[in-house]
């Protein structure tokens, strides 16, 4: 099965768990010497209305995605255990 990075990017993310919204697929992480995607990340909930940024982002393995749909990508994990720190950003939000 191939999919584009295009296809992946409008797709909401939903925990089987316990129902959870995650939000949208921001980015992927991609293994370069295979070409393969590894994981999935889903930038975490704003702070105050989104204007004093977003919380960690949620990385999501490959692994754990269960259902794929035209719009909702359903995965099995546990949220609090795959979130990551947001890398802060270097002068004037630039790296």
Known sequence: ????????????????????RLGFISDACVC?????????????????????????????????IRRMGPDIVLVDVKPDDCRVPRAKPGLFGLI
């Open 1 to 20: 099965m191939s999919i584009k990075f295009t296809d992946l990017h409008c797709k909401e993310v939903i925990c089987v768990s316990d129902g959870r």
């Open 32 to 64: 370069l010497p295979e070409g393969t995607i590894s994981a999935i990340v889903v930038p975490g909930p704003g702070r105050f209305f989104g204007l004093l940024g977003c919380r960690d982002d949620y990385v999501i393995p490959w692994g754990c």
